[in-house]
């Protein structure tokens, strides 16, 4: 009888012990997910120029300042390549902090060839690959002129910065600033970007290339280890073990 009694109390305890937990359990917070802001990093643009072969590594580095002066900073390299007849091979990277140990893992490699117009978007990862429509430039239009642009809102000015030996090849230096008025993407104040590159004719693009933006911070994009002559072809070779879909769609 003592031993049904006892063990009526510790089940009584255990009860309410298990009821006071619960009891003082916070309210799990409610809500449907939460979005966030996606931004896309452009980097430098290699146009398929033909007689120009190359290779070489694109270093970034990316600056933001938060609000309370910190800094975080985000790099990474990745290889790029261009043939005599102007195919264009080259890696994306993921971007890592500063500091991180990891080898910058390959997310994307692309392979353009101009005289087919078709450019390869292929994923290591999943081993697969998508083929799309290539119609780039090999050569860029004229730079905008300097002055006023957008009905006023916005105000360009371009400084030649000369000429200068960059990674082992000629450039030339311009520095543009451009100014956005107040109340022109609903800024209280006139904002200024600035942009500097370091161009090299023979290559047919920047060497260097610096952004300097309030919005998205300081951008640099430097283009080293340049070995000018033809790459190694298999460079332009898509794995064989890649499963490759096409999305052009063939003229009607």
């Known amino acids: 009888m003592k031993r049904a009694s006892l063990l009526l109390l510790l089940g009584a305890l255990a009860t309410l012990s298990v009821s006071s937990l619960i009891a003082q359990e916070p309210e799990q917070a409610t809500h449907a997910p939460s979005g966030g802001v996606a931004v896309t990093l452009i980097s430098i643009v290699v146009p398929p120029l033909p007689h120009a072969p190359f290779t070489a590594t694109v270093r970034t580095e990316w600056k933001s300042t938060l609000e309370d002066g910190s800094i975080i900073t985000i790099k990474n390299h990745r290889m790029i390549a261009r043939d005599n007849s102007g195919r264009i091979f080259q890696e994306r990277r993921n971007l890592y902090p500063e500091g991180d140990p990891r080898e910058s893992e390959i997310r994307q490699l ?8 078709a450019i390869y978007y292929c994923w290591p990862v999943a081993k697969t690959c998508e083929i799309h429509d290539y119609f780039s430039r090999a050569s860029e239009p004229p730079p905008t002129p300097a002055g006023s642009l957008d009905n ?3 105000f360009l000015t371009r400084v030649d910065l000369g000429k200068d030996v960059v990674s082992g090849v000629e450039t030339i230096g ?16 006139a904002i200024s970007v600035v942009k500097e590159f370091w161009y090299s004719p023979h290559l047919g693009l920047n060497v260097i290339e610096k952004r300097q933006d309030p919005n998205y911070g300081t951008q640099t994009f430097v283009v080293d280890q340049i ?15 890649y499963h490759i879909e096409d999305t052009r769609h063939p003229n009607q």
């Open 110 to 117: 692309e392979f353009a060839d101009p005289s087919t117009h």
């Open 152 to 154: 006023g809102k916005r």
């Open 174 to 189: 311009t520095r543009e600033t451009t100014t956005i008025n107040a109340g022109a993407i609903g800024n209280d104040r």
């Open 227 to 241: 070995s000018l002559g033809e790459p190694d072809a298999r460079l332009f070779d898509i794995p064989p073990d």
